[in-house]
């Protein structure tokens, strides 16, 4: 059994970084793709980005890419995302999640992973 508990969201400016932590405990995550989704209220959990379970390979979404940076720490058991130039649309609850599968058409599923964490709330003002 992972379990996953995110940490770092807040509310911060249009403009503004954050950087979110997920801490993996119960068992080590380093044999485990991890990403992070994002749900927004009245919208579908959507991918955001991820990361292979070596750190060689990540991945992600168009509307991130290029302001979001992952990664992750085997050592530590923990996996971060970077977020900077946020914006407005950019605010949701933002969730940490492990899976056994590798590659991008399963890393950008939701369904595919099989551990979640209890999600952080990231809010940007305009």
């Known amino acids: 059994q992972v379990h996953l508990v995110e940490s770092g969201g807040g509310l911060v400016q249009a403009g503004g970084s954050l950087r979110l932590s997920c801490a993996a405990s119960?068992?080590?995550?380093?044999?485990?793709?991890m990403g992070w989704f994002r749900q927004a209220p009245g919208k579908e959990r959507e991918f955001v980005a991820a990361v292979s379970w070596s750190g060689d390979s990540t991945y992600y979404a168009d509307s991130v890419k290029g302001r979001f940076t992952i990664s992750r720490d085997n050592a530590k058991n923990t996996v971060n995302l970077q977020m900077n130039s946020l914006k407005p649309e950019d605010t949701a609850l933002y969730y940490c999640?492990?899976?056994?599968?590798?590659?991008?058409?399963?890393?950008?599923?939701?369904?595919?992973?099989?551990?979640w964490g209890q999600g952080t709330q990231v809010t940007v003002s305009s």
């Open positions: 999640a492990a899976t056994r599968y590798y590659g991008s058409n399963y890393y950008i599923t939701p369904s595919k992973y099989a551990y």
């Open positions: 119960g068992r080590t995550v380093s044999g485990y793709g």
